[in-house]
C-alpha cells in the first residue's frame, strides 16, 4: 500500500550503475577549467547528425495543427535546443574531449533522455486538459443548479464565483472567466461585461 512500504526491502539501486555514474561525474567535475580558453564547438559523426536532425523534424512537426504540441509551440519551439545540449553534455561526460564528433551511440541516448521529458510535458498537458474540462462542467451544473433555483434565465458572474468559491480549480474570478468563456463558445450562455457588471445571459434550450 503507498504510504506504508519499507522503501529499504523494495528499493532496486544498481550498486554497479550508481559507482559508474559517480566516477563519470566526478570526473567531469574534476576537468580542469580554463575561463580564458576559446569555447570549442563540437561536431557530429555523419551518422549521429542525421538521427538527430530525424528527431529534430518530427518534434518540429508536432506542433502543426491537429498535432500534440500546437498548443504548447513555445515549449515545443525549443525543444531542438535542449535535445542538442543534452548531447553535447552526455558526450562531455563519456569523452570528456571537445575535439572528437558526437558518436551515434550518443545521439541515440540523448534523444532517449529528451523523449522522456517531452512526453512527460505531453501527459502533464493533457492532464491539466482534463482538469480544466472537468472545471468548466462543475460550473456549468452550478449555473444549472442556480438558474432553477432562482427561476431566472440572467445571473451575476459574482454569484457562480461566491457559490463555488474554494472548489478545485477556481480560485480567481480569472479561473471563472475561462469557464464562462468556454460555456459561451459552447452556446450555453453569453457572457456580457459592462463596466463592474458581469452577467451571465443563459440560453433557454440549456435551461
Sequence with gaps: MAGMRDVRKNARLNEIAYQ???DT?????????KPNAEIPTITWSSDAKEMMLDYL???????????????????ASKAAGVAIRIAGILHMLWSGDAGKPISLDTAQKAIAAHTYFFSEKLKDMKQGEKESLQTVEKVKCKIKEIAAQKNAAVLPARCIQQKMKGAKGLKLMEDFEFAFEQLEENNILQFVKTGNKKLLYISPYFL
Design 20 to 22: 559508474s555514474y559517480k
Design 57 to 75: 523534424q518530427t518534434v518540429e512537426n508536432s506542433m502543426q495543427t491537429g498535432c500534440p504540441m500546437e498548443e504548447a509551440t513555445d515549449y
Design 25 to 33: 561525474v566526478m570526473q567531469f567535475l574534476d576537468t580542469e577549467q
